[in-house]
Structure formats: structure tokens, C-alpha cells
């Protein structure tokens, strides 16, 4: 199993891959299997802050393994008529296999860290613990000027990409080939998550209807708006083509949020 931080030490592809390991409630089925568990390297920080209660076993079998890890992803499709934030990981995963991708604090980062294959050490960067809003852009900049041959997929927010919308005017300079995918919902979710489930009113969590596409091609990117599959396959096929700067705009319903980190973590 591997940590939100360590995803890519071991390919999700690999027969051994045993998921994510948070303390949270979807991996438990796995975890109770252990007889041991060994922490290599681990970062107490990324760990939800619980009792451990897992009980004691049996012997493994890698295809009931395999069919766990099938099982826990199944439970992540999130039942909506519009574009949800696991259909964009799993249509970007498809059409860009090989990229980098960088993932930024907020609701998305769930399904991003669950569902994105990973097969080598920092195919996917994320800040966690710290878990700093603002870290997908800049880091997906860092990542595309030191291996200029790989593309970068930048996963962020709208209060993410708010924070450092500037970085865009650095990525089109260099000629960068980072695709932003912006998961646009007008709100700061997970905080808003957070008010609701300690039964505070909503404050301070709402942002404007921003015009990505607008602000991208202003700054001479490449820019699409996605509100249905058909659309975002279209627009990841059009990034996948270019060689320089791409924004997708994905308009998603974040109604399915809570349902999810609620599978996730208890």
C-alpha cells in the first residue's frame, strides 16, 4: 500500500498493489488482512488522526486482491447526470497515460489520488499534510521545465487556480506542455463539506462563475469548456495533440462530494 505522497514507489499496476493507505474507512478490508504492517518511510501526517482497529488474519491471494482494489475504485463512480470529478480523472487517466500529473489540495484530490494510475516514483505530485491549495500550477511548471519531453497535467480548483493564476503567463513563456484541468464547481468544496458535517452554516466558501477559457486564451493558451464527457473527451484529445499550454474548463457537479469522502474515510 502507498500514501498519498509515496504513490508511484509501487505501479497500480502491479499484482501486489494493495491501494491507498490513509487509516481511512474504504482501504480497511485490505488492512484487516495484515498480520503486520510495516511503515517504510511514513509520514505520520498523512494519516487520518483515529484509533487503529483493524483485526488480526489469514492468508493473501492476489486476484482477491486485484478484485478489492477493482471494487474500491467501483464505489467511487458517483451517481450524476452531469460531469463528476471521477469521470474527469478517469477520461484524463485514458487519453494522457503518460503524463505527470499534479494534484492540488480540495474535493478532487480524493478521486485524483484513487483513481489515477501511477506506475514510477513522482508521476503524480501532491501536497500533503500540508495539503497547500495553490501547489498544482506551480509544480506542474517545475516538473515540464525539468523533462520538457513529457507532458504535465495540472489537476486544481477554481479557488486553486485563483491563487496563482499568474503561473499560466510563465507556462505559455516557456512553451510548456502543462494542461491544466480546472475542476470548476464555484466553491471551495471540501471546506464547505467540512462547515456542513460540523453543522455551521455555509460562510465564506462561494467564488464567481470565473471564464477560464477567457482567461486562458487571453493569455495565449489553448482553452476548452467541458460540461458533459463528449465534451472533455474532445477537449484531452485537442490537449493531447498540441505541444503547448492547454486549460480545460470542467464544469462538474459537486453534489457527489460528500457521498465520497464519506466512502473514503468514515
Not at 87 to 114: C, E, K, N, Q, W
Not at 130 to 153: E, K, Y
Not at 155 to 168: I, K, P, R
Amino acid at each position: 500500500m502507498l500514501t498519498y505522497k509515496a504513490k508511484g514507489v509501487l505501479s497500480d499496476r502491479d499484482v501486489w498493489f494493495a491501494g491507498v493507505f490513509t487509516n481511512g474507512a474504504l482501504e480497511q478490508e485490505i488492512v484487516n488482512e495484515a498480520d503486520a504492517l510495516i511503515a517504510i518511510g511514513l509520514d505520520r501526517v498523512e494519516l487520518l488522526p483515529r484509533p487503529w482497529k483493524p483485526r488480526q488474519p489469514s492468508e493473501w491471494d492476489p486476484e482477491a486482491l486485484h478484485r478489492a482494489i477493482v471494487a474500491q475504485r467501483e464505489r467511487l463512480r458517483a451517481p450524476s447526470a452531469r460531469l463528476t470529478s471521477d469521470r474527469v480523472i478517469r477520461a484524463a487517466s485514458r487519453a494522457l497515460p503518460h503524463a505527470r500529473v499534479t494534484v492540488d489540495a480540495g474535493a478532487h484530490m480524493f478521486p485524483a489520488t484513487l483513481l489515477w494510475p501511477v506506475d514510477e516514483p513522482n508521476g503524480m505530485l501532491i501536497s500533503n499534510g500540508l495539503s497547500t491549495m495553490g501547489f498544482a500550477v506551480p509544480a506542474a511548471m517545475g516538473a515540464a521545465i525539468l523533462d520538457r519531453q513529457r507532458p504535465v497535467i495540472a489537476l486544481t480548483g477554481d479557488g486553486g487556480l485563483l491563487m496563482c493564476t499568474g503561473e499560466l503567463v510563465t507556462i505559455v513563456r516557456e512553451g510548456l506542455q502543462v494542461i491544466v484541468i480546472v475542476f470548476n464547481d464555484r466553491a471551495l468544496s471540501l471546506i464547505d463539506l467540512k462547515q456542513r458535517q460540523r453543522q455551521f452554516e455555509s460562510a465564506g466558501v462561494s467564488l464567481p462563475d470565473v471564464d477560464w477559457v477567457s482567461v486562458a486564451a487571453g493569455l495565449g493558451m489553448a482553452a476548452f469548456t467541458a460540461s458533459s464527457e463528449a465534451e472533455l473527451d474532445h477537449a484531452l484529445a485537442r490537449a493531447a495533440a498540441g505541444r503547448g499550454a492547454t486549460l480545460i474548463d470542467a464544469r462538474i457537479d459537486p453534489a457527489p462530494y460528500g457521498d465520497m469522502i464519506r466512502t473514503i474515510r468514515g
